[in-house]
């Protein structure tokens, strides 16, 4: 069966300080992945998707970036983390050609 | 620019009655509908799906409708559960599923 990991589950950092998270996905092959952030109060927003190695889709401008080094593996990053960068992150990925998403566990950032 | 919009940021229900969580739409693209169930500090989980050329999907407890006319889907859970409770996000996606939008969430409290 299929299983998507993240982490860390809790990160405190201070602003200006870099920012890597990391997600990698078991159990299936070339899937599509994607990183989206949850602010309080908000839905969640698509931030980065992927359909292949090194192919990156930024849906928002921002001091975020994503990287995917490996099959199964999603990396968000930040040089410089500002305090407005504070949320619940989450990985998620879906099959080839398949509408449903599955999410990991998620990362909640708190800059400050 | 919010393409999914769920109004009712809370709903509270007794147990044992009708839950209805509403979600409407913009984009005439989108083709497939989702329903995610969220608690607190964890990843969304898949509830329940609709495609376009439906109007009425039933799993179990939980059915969703889709009004393709008025942008419109509803997820009815009948009858609710006290662990039923948590944030229900709407979501939909349009052919090639690289773009998935969600609604920003209903908090669904039932009480015993």
């Given amino acids: ?112 | 620019d919010q393409q999914v919009k769920q109004n009712s940021p809370s709903l509270s229900v007794q147990e044992g009655r009708i839950s209805i969580l509403n979600c409407d739409y913009t984009n005439s693209m989108f083709d497939y509908f989702l329903w995610y169930k969220k608690y607190p500090a964890e990843g969304p989980t898949f509830l329940i799906s609709i495609s376009s050329i439906k109007d009425k999907n039933e799993d179990g407890r939980f059915t969703v409708f889709l009004n393709k006319s008025a942008k419109h889907l509803s997820l009815h859970i009948v009858p609710s559960q006290p662990g039923d409770s948590a944030v229900y996000f709407c979501a939909a996606t349009g052919p090639g599923n690289n773009d998935m939008r969600f609604g920003a969430g209903t908090r669904l409290t039932v009480k015993p």
Avoid: M
């Fill in chain 1, 1 to 112: 069966s299929q299983t998507i990991h993240q982490w860390p589950a809790t990160l405190v950092q201070p602003v200006g300080s870099p920012l890597s998270l990391e997600c990698t996905v078991e159990g299936t092959s070339n899937p599509n992945l994607y990183w989206y952030r949850q602010a309080a109060g908000r839905g969640l927003q698509l931030l980065f998707y992927s359909i292949g190695i090194g192919q990156i889709s930024s849906e928002v401008p921002q001091n975020l970036s994503a990287s995917r080094p490996q099959d199964r593996q999603f990396i968000l990053s930040s040089k410089k983390l500002l305090l407005s960068d504070s949320g619940f992150y989450l990985c998620a990925w879906s099959g080839a050609g398949q509408e449903s998403q599955y999410f990991g566990p998620g990362t909640r950032l708190l800059v400050l």
